[in-house]
C-alpha cells in the first residue's frame, strides 16, 4: 500500500532533492517544473468551465478543427496544446515538442536557446468528457534528443518507451494531480491551489498485483479478437467461471482518470485492437499514452502490454502510431496475455 505523505514536500523539493541524489539532471528538473507550471494554468482553465467561454468545438460554425487523426478538437484542446508550447519555447531545455494534436513535431524556435530533451504530450486527454464535467487529464513523456542540440525532426522521436528519462500525467478532478516517474518510483502530487505549488502527497504508490476489477468499453465486444472475447467472457463468468471470482467494471473513457484509479487501488485498464477499422492498431497512441502511462505503471509494480508483448519494447515506427494497451496489476495482465499465446498457438 502507498504511504499518505507530510503534505509540505513540494514538487519543486521533491526535484531538487532527485537532482542532489544524482537520479535527475538539473535541466530534466527544469523541464518538469514548466511542464507542471503549465498543467497548472490547464487546471484552471478547465475548472472554469462555461464561465470561461472554452467549452465546446474548436473551429468556426459549420467548420470544425479536426487532429491529425480526423478527430474534432475541442476548444480546449486546442488551449491546452498552446500553453505547453508556449510553456516550453523559451526554457532552453528542449529541442523539440510533439504533440497528439500536431501533424509534426515542433522545433524550438531559432530566437530560443534549445537543450538536449523532447517532449511528447497528449494536451487534453479524453477531452469528449470536458463538456460534461468529467476527468480529463495532460500525459506527457521525456525523451533525450540522440543527436545532442541539434534540430530535431519526427525521426528522433522514435525511441522505444523504456528510453523515456520521465513520465508524467495531470490530472484534472475534484482535485488536480501531477503523478511522476523519473525511473525511480511513481509518485503523486496534489496541486495546492491557494499556493499555487505541487505537494507530494502519495510516495511511491504500489499497484496490487492481483485485482477484481476491469476497465474496458464493452460497447466494441463484437469487434474484439478472439482472445479479448476469451478473456472477457472469463471475467463475467464471476464465481461461477474459471476465476472462481466476481469481477466488477469501471469505464470513464477519460484514460488519465481510469488509470489514476488504477495507480490508486488496482484493476486493469484495456483498449485492445479491434475489427472496426483493421488498419489502426487500436484507438490509443503509443507515443503519447501507451508509453508514458506503461512507465508510471511499470514504476508502480504493475505490466504494460499489447497482449503480445511489453509496450516499453514496442519500436515506433510513427509519431502518431496507435497500439493495443492492457495496463495495471501485473497477474492480470499475466491473464490476459495468456489468452493471447493460447490463441496464437504459443502456449
Ligand atoms: P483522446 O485522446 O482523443 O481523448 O482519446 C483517448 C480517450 C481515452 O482517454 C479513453 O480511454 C478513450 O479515448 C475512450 O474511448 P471510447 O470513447 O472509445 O470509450
Ligand atoms: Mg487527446
Given at each position: 500500500?502507498?504511504?499518505?505523505?507530510?503534505?509540505?514536500?513540494?514538487?519543486?523539493?521533491?526535484?531538487?532533492?532527485?537532482?542532489?541524489?544524482?537520479?535527475?539532471e538539473a535541466d530534466l528538473?527544469q523541464l518538469?517544473a514548466v511542464?507542471?507550471?503549465?498543467?497548472?494554468?490547464?487546471?484552471?482553465?478547465?475548472?472554469?468551465?462555461?464561465?470561461?467561454?472554452?467549452?465546446?468545438?474548436?473551429?468556426?460554425?459549420?467548420?470544425?478543427?479536426?487532429?491529425?487523426?480526423?478527430?474534432?478538437?475541442?476548444?480546449?484542446?486546442?488551449?491546452?496544446?498552446?500553453?505547453?508550447l508556449e510553456a516550453n519555447a523559451w526554457g532552453g531545455h528542449l529541442a523539440a515538442c510533439?504533440?497528439?494534436?500536431?501533424?509534426?513535431?515542433q522545433p524550438i524556435p531559432d530566437a530560443y536557446p534549445r537543450g538536449n530533451f523532447l517532449l511528447?504530450?497528449?494536451?487534453?486527454?479524453?477531452?469528449?468528457?470536458?463538456?460534461?464535467?468529467?476527468?480529463?487529464?495532460?500525459?506527457?513523456?521525456?525523451?533525450?534528443h540522440?543527436d545532442g542540440v541539434g534540430a530535431a525532426?519526427?525521426?528522433?522521436?522514435?525511441?522505444?518507451?523504456?528510453?523515456?528519462?520521465?513520465?508524467?500525467?495531470?490530472?484534472?478532478?475534484?482535485?488536480?494531480?501531477?503523478?511522476?516517474?523519473?525511473?525511480?518510483?511513481?509518485?503523486?502530487?496534489?496541486?495546492?491551489?491557494?499556493?499555487?505549488?505541487?505537494?507530494?502527497?502519495?510516495?511511491?504508490?504500489?499497484?496490487?498485483?492481483?485485482?477484481?476489477?476491469?476497465?474496458?468499453?464493452?460497447?466494441?465486444?463484437?469487434?474484439?479478437?478472439?482472445?479479448?472475447?476469451?478473456?472477457?467472457?472469463?471475467?463475467?463468468?464471476?464465481?461461477?467461471?474459471?476465476?472462481?471470482?466476481?469481477?466488477?467494471?469501471?469505464?470513464?473513457?477519460?484514460?488519465?482518470?481510469?488509470?489514476?484509479?488504477?495507480?490508486?487501488?488496482?484493476?486493469?485498464?484495456?483498449?485492445?485492437?479491434?475489427?472496426?477499422?483493421?488498419?489502426?492498431?487500436?484507438?490509443?497512441?503509443?507515443?503519447?499514452?501507451?508509453?508514458?502511462?506503461?512507465?508510471?505503471?511499470?514504476?508502480?509494480?504493475?505490466?504494460?502490454?499489447?497482449?503480445?508483448?511489453?509496450?516499453?519494447?514496442?519500436?515506433?515506427?510513427?509519431?502518431?502510431?496507435?497500439?493495443?494497451?492492457?495496463?495495471?496489476?501485473?497477474?492480470?495482465?499475466?491473464?490476459?496475455?495468456?489468452?493471447?499465446?493460447?490463441?496464437?498457438?504459443?502456449?
Amino acid at each position: 500500500m502507498s504511504t499518505q505523505e507530510n503534505p509540505r514536500v513540494s514538487l519543486t523539493r521533491y526535484l531538487i532533492e532527485e537532482q542532489r541524489a544524482g537520479r535527475i539532471e538539473a535541466d530534466l528538473r527544469q523541464l518538469i517544473a514548466v511542464v507542471a507550471r503549465a498543467c497548472t494554468s490547464i487546471s484552471i482553465a478547465v475548472s472554469k468551465g462555461a464561465l470561461g467561454g472554452v467549452l465546446g468545438d474548436a473551429g468556426t460554425a459549420g467548420s470544425m478543427s479536426m487532429n491529425i487523426q480526423g478527430e474534432a478538437q475541442k476548444k480546449l484542446d486546442v488551449l491546452s496544446n498552446d500553453i505547453l508550447l508556449e510553456a516550453n519555447a523559451w526554457g532552453g531545455h528542449l529541442a523539440a515538442c510533439a504533440s497528439e494534436e500536431m501533424d509534426h513535431c515542433q522545433p524550438i524556435p531559432d530566437a530560443y536557446p534549445r537543450g538536449n530533451f523532447l517532449l511528447l504530450f497528449d494536451p487534453l486527454d479524453g477531452s469528449s468528457n470536458i463538456d460534461v464535467n468529467v476527468s480529463v487529464g495532460t500525459i506527457f513523456s521525456v525523451l533525450r534528443h540522440p543527436d545532442g542540440v541539434g534540430a530535431a525532426t519526427d525521426a528522433h522521436f522514435l525511441q522505444p518507451g523504456s528510453a523515456q528519462v520521465a513520465a508524467g500525467y495531470c490530472i484534472y478532478g475534484p482535485s488536480t494531480m501531477l503523478v511522476l516517474s523519473v525511473g525511480h518510483g511513481t509518485h503523486a502530487f496534489t496541486l495546492d491551489r491557494e499556493q499555487g505549488a505541487f505537494l507530494l502527497t502519495q510516495r511511491d504508490m504500489r499497484i496490487p498485483a492481483d485485482t477484481a476489477e476491469f476497465a474496458v468499453n464493452v460497447s466494441n465486444q463484437r469487434h474484439w479478437e478472439p482472445p479479448m472475447q476469451a478473456y472477457v467472457e472469463e471475467l463475467l463468468a464471476g464465481k461461477e467461471g474459471p476465476r472462481g471470482k466476481d469481477f466488477n467494471m469501471r469505464w470513464i473513457a477519460s484514460m488519465v482518470a481510469d488509470v489514476h484509479r488504477i495507480l490508486t487501488r488496482g484493476g486493469i485498464f484495456i483498449y485492445p485492437w479491434d475489427r472496426r477499422d483493421p488498419g489502426k492498431a487500436g484507438k490509443l497512441r503509443l507515443m503519447y499514452e501507451a508509453n508514458p502511462m506503461g512507465l508510471l505503471v511499470e514504476q508502480a509494480g504493475g505490466a504494460a502490454s499489447t497482449g503480445r508483448e511489453r509496450i516499453l519494447d514496442v519500436p515506433p515506427q510513427q509519431l502518431h502510431q496507435r497500439v493495443p494497451v492492457f495496463l495495471g496489476s501485473r497477474n492480470e495482465v499475466a491473464a490476459v496475455e495468456r489468452q493471447h499465446a493460447i490463441a496464437d498457438g504459443k502456449a
